[in-house]
């Protein structure tokens, strides 16, 4: 009875905002249901109050009640055709929960032309072009955004998010170096960049071997621990034969990380490059103790094939130098380890020891026959 006779004593206006104020304190407890039933009381003292629409709209979104959302934001619409609200409203329950792209974008192009520089419904319309596929509309749209605010570090790295989508990685390599010159601490801006100028270094060495290599040195920095980026680094120095370099890598790393890819990695520079088999097959065998430690084959075998191959290399001076019974001796030895390499080893691997297999034993039998002065 009190709250009738005060009622009765204020205006429709001031009595929609008090509902409207008992509503919202429902909402922001999530009482949703009770908030709606104050909403609609505010709504029947003021028709037009546009906040008590949007956040019952919200509420039916909370509820799980699409539809009645969108019949709210088509209300919104219908009272007020020269507001972006209703229009982003039906934007959103078209692209984000019914998926229907072509009706959000065209109701978020609406709301945009209303207010053109409303950074949620860019941000909203964005969204529905990347879930669509859409990338060349939002590449434009963030074009657009970048005329207006070029120095944008978030722009700048979510429009080249969308550049990568199409691979454009060019364009993306050269909105990279804008973003390294806007921030140049970001590792994700790092990460980027290693990624991107990989892929280009084919193309264009001159242009982009040197952003690849600036972004793998920051990101070895940061991660000294990290194998990819210190295999990457290695091949960067053995490709410009500065196997000092290489293995001062792989060295350091082995100082805080035993691991038998790396120990398998620095005795092939040492096999392969520099032809230091002593140096090579005690790698080598490091490489063979870990690996089975940790249970991979595949390092093993490589180890396996590369003991063979040192033997095979050591049998053949020996042939060559007509020491054919020591020869023999290590022809046995390589033999031996390309057997193991084969009971663990497989595809190009397990081909290339079979061959060797098979090689071995023809010139062991060479070198016999050559002791045995059968020949």
């Given amino acids: 009875m009190i709250m009738l006779i005060f009622l009765n004593q204020i205006s429709k206006a001031d009595t929609a905002k008090m509902w409207f104020s008992v509503a919202r304190d429902y909402f922001q407890k999530q009482q949703f249901e009770k908030a709606i039933e104050n909403y609609k009381r505010a709504l029947s003292y003021d028709e037009k109050f546009l906040p008590a629409y949007l956040d019952m709209a919200l509420s039916f979104v909370a509820l799980k009640q699409p539809d009645s959302a969108l019949k709210i934001y088509e209300k919104v619409v219908q009272l007020f055709p ?23 974008i065209e109701n978020y192009k609406k709301a945009l032309s209303l207010d053109p520089n409303n950074e949620v419904i860019i941000k909203l319309l964005l969204g529905v072009y990347e879930k669509s596929g859409n990338y060349q ?29 199409q691979n454009k990685l060019k364009e993306a390599s050269e909105n990279i170096e804008k973003l390294y010159s806007k921030d140049s601490t970001s590792k994700e801006i790092w990460e980027m960049g290693y990624v991107v100028n990989s892929k280009l270094i084919n193309e264009d060495i001159k242009t982009y071997k040197p952003r690849y290599l600036k972004y793998l040195e920051k990101l070895y920095k940061s991660e000294p621990n990290n194998a990819e980026y210190l295999n990457a680094l290695v091949d960067e120095a053995i490709n410009n034969r500065n196997y000092n370099k290489a293995i001062e890598y792989l060295e350091t790393y082995l100082k805080t990380n035993e691991n038998s890819s790396v120990y398998l990695k620095l005795g092939t520079i040492y096999f392969e490059y520099l032809k230091n088999y002593s140096k090579a097959e005690e790698l080598f065998n490091k490489a063979v103790s870990l690996g089975q430690k940790e249970g991979l084959n595949s390092v093993v075998a490589f180890a396996y094939a590369s003991l063979g191959d040192i033997y095979m290399d050591r049998a053949q ?41 098979d090689r071995a034993k023809k010139l062991r039998q060479t070198a016999w026959r050559r002791a045995n002065n059968i020949e």
């Avoid at 001076?317 to 054919?324: A, H, R, V, W």
């Fill in 82 to 104: 020269d507001r972006p609200e209703g229009y982003q409203g039906l934007g959103y329950i078209y692209g984000y929960i019914k998926n229907d792209y072509n009706l959000s």
């Fill in 317 to 357: 001076g020996l042939f060559n130098n007509e020491k054919y019974n020591d020869a023999i001796r290590l022809y046995d030895v390589a033999i031996s380890y390309y057997n193991r390499a084969l009971d663990i080893s497989s595809g190009n691997l397990k081909k290339y020891v079979s061959e060797q297999v």
């Fill in 137 to 165: 509309d939002a590449e434009s749209l963030y074009n657009n955004l970048l005329s207006k605010y070029p120095d944008d570090v978030k722009i700048l790295k979510a429009y080249t998010q969308i550049l990568l989508k």
